[in-house]
């Protein structure tokens, strides 16, 4: 009988896994708004290809949109296509990619390690507070971080592979197909770490590493082919304007503050060890030396490419929390190999890491209590809030916060203190285990239970303005600030007249039919002052004020 028990032990933990990851990531997709910028950016560009029929140039407004690649937009549009235009739909592909991450890792940590471990690199994954957040997301950045990845791997075992040529070409093969990928999803940074995590893995590893030349031509000339499918044929369509406006965006956004994303030199380094808990703090641990030469290798190379996403990442002017994502696989695999050497007594845990894991839970802990303790007492709020008109304004929302909201925090709280008495007791597995559930549940408490809250103080009431003209023959245009929200949830269409798109003929030309503005309370008063006598203010509501033009 060709299935057995065996065949079925093989397959059950790849069950198991996509099961965990369908569970935790498909659960309450649709329960928040998409959020300004980025979630609504993307999910408006995959709509306005499926508006246009045009799949190959991305669009915002119906304009030119050189600022990404195609692939992601496809797969959401896609998504769309199967699912309608919403919430759901936009966040599906990276609820996918985190089942697939989840996947990729067991069988890589299985291959290159043990059972043990893979499963390890597999539950600290999920229970790291930002990369689980990231595949209920509907930003690029899931997709994009695992080609790379997959691409150094690959890479990893080109080096490592000491059997026939036609083999090596496979992994060369594969490891330029993710590259290039990578290109495809969100621009040559994919190419540019993994050159730069092998040059600094050359020198890690004191040259050891170098091939033949022939095989960095054959690596380059794989990324290239993947990547000219959409670059090539954008050029031979339209020419070579779209492709030189992207290429000049990439290296703008390198060289400033871009939509004044500006943050202070370490930005980086603070949001891993805050945002990766309980990874982060795990991360300095000296664990067993590698057993195989692959292990050193795919070690060597996880090293090398933290530090340059680290490093790059801080010379760059802009700073967002997604530029320093990809760093979540080689951060949590050196943090997994600590804890498979934990748990299996190979090493012993110090005591100020089980300090650090107990303080750090108390923080986050800390966090989620005052969260909802806040939100029933904003007047501490506005104590903080006073020289920010907007901020007080969003206070004004009404959120139904109660004491019941603190008992995730709180409880919390207790498994991070039984997971650090676990620790003194040595009971290391265990305790683990405790923290690790810990995490996975606080995370999704605070997706499903304090996002949508917290999305009411900070973009709601502009949400269901504009969710109220959908359909409608209108015009809307935010004045002051930039979102995309306007585009996504009125669903404009296609075709209209080209001076909609200007401002000030919105606010002072023959407009042909209603129009509407949004603004910020800060920026109430100058509008009025400018254009009071052509703009009527409808309401205010939680800091934002709605206008109509005067016919």
């Known amino acids: ?39 609504i950016n993307f999910a408006e560009s995959a709509r306005e ?3 246009t029929g045009n799949y190959m140039q991305v669009q915002i407004n119906f304009e030119p949109f050189w600022e990404k690649p195609p692939l992601f937009f496809w797969m959401q549009s896609a998504a769309m296509l199967l699912l309608g235009e919403n919430e759901i739909a936009a966040r599906l592909p990276n609820a996918i990619c985190g089942i697939v991450t989840l996947l990729v890792l067991f069988a890589i940590g299985k291959k290159t390690h043990d059972r043990n471990m893979a499963a390890w690199w597999v ?44 083999q090596r070409w496979q992994m060369i093969a594969l490891s330029s197909l993710f590259a290039g990928l990578g290109i495809l999803t969100k621009g040559p940074v994919a190419m540019l770490v993994v ?35 959409w670059f090539g044929l954008e050029i031979a369509q ?19 503050k871009d939509a004044g994303h500006g943050g202070f030199l370490l930005y980086h380094f603070v949001v891993l060890l805050l945002g990766c808990f309980p990874a982060s703090l795990l991360l300095f641990t000296r664990v067993r030396k590698p057993q195989t030469d692959t292990q050193e290798v795919f070690r060597k190379l996880m090293i090398a490419s933290l530090l340059v996403i680290l490093i790059v990442f801080t010379i760059v002017k802009t700073k967002i929390v997604h530029y320093s994502s990809f760093a979540y696989f080689p951060l949590v695999y050196l943090a997994a190999l600590a804890v498979d050497d934990f748990s299996m ?10 300090i650090a894991l107990l303080l750090g839970g108390i923080l986050w802990s800390v966090l989620f209590i005052a969260l909802p303790w806040l939100g029933m007492h904003p007047e501490w709020l506005r104590i903080v809030l006073q020289q920010d008109a907007f901020a007080l304004r969003n206070l004004d929302a009404k959120v139904d916060w109660t004491y019941l909201h603190m008992i995730p925090g709180t409880l919390f709280l207790i498994a991070v203190v039984i997971s650090f008495l676990l620790f003194v007791r040595k009971m290391v597995k265990s305790a683990f285990i405790v923290l690790f559930i810990a995490c996975i549940v606080a995370m999704q408490t605070l997706l499903t239970l ?16 504009f969710t109220s003209l959908q359909g409608k023959d209108v015009y809307v245009k935010t004045l002051g600030y930039k979102s995309y929200a306007q585009y996504f949830y009125t669903r404009i269409q296609p075709g209209q007249r080209k001076e909609a798109k200007d401002e000030l003929w919105l606010l002072t030309g023959p407009v042909d039919k209603p129009t509407y503005f949004v603004s910020k309370i800060t920026a109430k008063e100058s509008i009025l002052a400018e254009h009071g006598e052509r703009l009527q203010v409808l309401y205010e509501e939680n800091g934002f004020v709605f206008y109509q033009r005067k016919q």
């Not at 304090?450 to 303005?465: G, M, V, W």
């Open 123 to 166: 539950f600290l994954y999920t229970a790291s507070f930002l990369p689980h957040l990231y595949f209920k997301s509907g930003i690029i950045d899931p997709w994009f971080n695992l080609f790379i990845f997959l691409s150094l791997y690959f890479l990893a075992r080109f080096l490592t592979t000491k059997a026939e040529e036609r």
């Open 1 to 39: 009988m060709w299935f057995t028990f065996a065949a079925m032990k093989r397959v059950s933990p790849y069950f198991f896994i996509a099961l965990l990851g369908a569970l935790l990531f498909f659960h309450s997709l649709g329960k928040v708004a998409l959020f300004d910028w980025d979630e």
């Open 450 to 465: 304090f996002a949508p809250r917290i999305e009411k103080y900070s973009q709601h009431a502009a949400i269901q303005f």
């Open 49 to 51: 290809m499926i508006a």
């Open 345 to 354: 007594q190979r090493i012993s845990m110090r005591r100020w890491q089980m």
């Open 238 to 256: 339209h020419g070579w304007w779209f492709v030189d406006a992207f290429v000049k965006y990439q290296i703008r956004l390198a060289q400033t």
């Open 195 to 229: 050159v730069l995590s092998y040059l600094l893995f050359l020198l890690i590893n004191r040259g050891k590493g170098w091939t033949s030349i022939r095989f960095y031509f054959g690596w380059l000339l794989g990324v290239l082919v993947v990547a000219l499918l």
